[in-house]
């Protein structure tokens, strides 16, 4: 049999535009392409020019119940779902109750049993984090605002989860980062309280999730000193905030309510739920066109709601042909059609309590 000699350059050309999994499988056929693939710059080169599409992870409290789904195929095509295992979590506790606490370059930042996780599901390589002592006294109650976040420092390569806690009004506020590769929270000084509401319209609940994007989280808040809605966004880099101001078409107007921040695609956007009298119901996509300029705002998307379930729709990500996948928060995904329309829809009778859909990129990133 003869021996085929395949150039370095060649092979990395050829295994960059193949899904992760496919590289991970590939990495037990010959010690060369291990080599190649265990390589963080090969990580990066594969995440930057290799296959975009996003994959939703479905969860609940339940761990048993944890899938990951490809949503460009149908809803409805069961082998488009994949049942995770997250034995690394141990048995600590019979019934642990897990959490999404954050996204970012294919790590999925978990919390179960007051315990963080940082988790990569196409490798599954995991670290678990303590929280920080400093942070320990943090309750979920109404009148504490309890922000979190997990994003990606370029400058130093470093994961870094964040925690900011305050009162709603006149409590000190307290922020936290925990630096994976200094694998230690670290407490940010602050120059001044943050005065800030939590948006209540998605879960109901005090507890945000960071949307991370251009290097910083963002949060979807309420600032009570100013009277409006602002996205604050905390910049990993420079360890700076600043506010991205929404349309001013979205205060005051009681049928046309700002819900929910996301990634949709390159860009970072804005749900907005409009009530269009007793029948008609949408939820709009206002895209940030461009993210130094605040009056960008741009409406992207319409999507009509009409005909199913009623309640606080999240697209979540693009799947093909113009077509976004979204969720309720009640166990309902829904895929619309580049037109706005229903295509598909899919109900998962035994979610109750606690059930999370996110998406993110899989990747072969390592801590």
């Known amino acids: 049999m003869m021996n085929t000699y ?29 080599n190649l693939i265990s390589d963080p710059e090969f990580a990066e080169r594969h995440f930057k020019y290799g296959q975009r599409a996003e994959t939703l992870m479905i969860t609940t409290p ?12 149908s809803l409805h095509d069961e082998s488009s779902y994949q049942s995770l ?22 790590f999925l930042l978990l919390e179960s049993c007051r315990t963080l996780y940082l988790w990569n599901p196409s490798t599954g390589q995991n670290k678990m984090i303590q929280w920080s002592s400093n942070v320990s006294f943090i309750t979920r109650g109404d009148s504490l605002l309890f922000c979190h976040g997990l994003g990606y420092d370029p400058r130093t390569k470093d994961y870094v989860v964040v925690v900011i806690s305050f009162a ?7 922020m936290e980062c925990f630096s994976v590769k200094e694998n230690a929270w670290i407490h940010i000084q602050l120059a001044a309280d943050l005065h800030y509401k939590s948006c ?3 879960t109901g609940r005090n507890n945000l999730t960071g ?53 949709v695609g390159e860009s970072l956007c804005l749900c907005v739920t409009r009530e ?7 939820i709009q996509i206002w895209e940030l066109k461009q993210y130094t300029d605040h009056t ?62 996110t998406a993110y990129r899989e990747t072969l990133f390592t801590i």
């Not at 709603?168 to 307290?174: A, F, N, R, T």
Request: with cysteine; hydrophobic share 35%; glycine share 6%.
């Open 168 to 174: 709603e009004y006149d409590s000190p506020s307290h």
């Open 200 to 202: 209540k319209f998605w």
């Open 6 to 34: 395949i150039p370095r350059e060649l092979t990395e050309k050829i295994l960059i535009k193949l899904p992760v999994k496919s590289l991970v499988s590939f990495k037990c056929v010959r010690k060369e392409w291990n």
């Open 85 to 106: 295992s997250l034995s690394f979590l141990g048995h600590r506790h019979p019934k642990p109750c897990v959490q999404i606490k954050g996204s970012c370059r294919g």
């Open 62 to 73: 339940d761990v048993n119940h944890f899938k990951s789904i490809n949503p460009i195929k």
């Open 276 to 282: 269009m009298g007793q029948v008609e119901a949408s």
């Open 296 to 357: 960008s705002w741009t409406k992207t998307n319409t999507l009509i709601i009409n005909d199913i379930w009623f309640g606080l729709f999240l697209p979540i990500c693009n799947a093909e042909n113009g077509c976004i996948v979204g969720s309720d928060h009640a166990g309902v995904l829904v895929k619309w059609n580049q037109d706005g329309e229903v295509e598909e829809q899919r109900s998962f009778d035994y979610i109750r309590d606690g059930y999370q859909v």
């Open 211 to 263: 949307t991370f994007f251009n290097n910083a989280l963002h949060w979807f808040v309420y600032n009570y000193e100013a009277y409006m809605h602002v996205v604050l966004a905390f910049d990993l880099v420079g360890r700076t905030f600043s506010e991205i101001h929404v349309p001013n078409e979205f205060e005051y107007k009681m049928y046309c309510q700002p819900h929910a921040l996301n990634v």
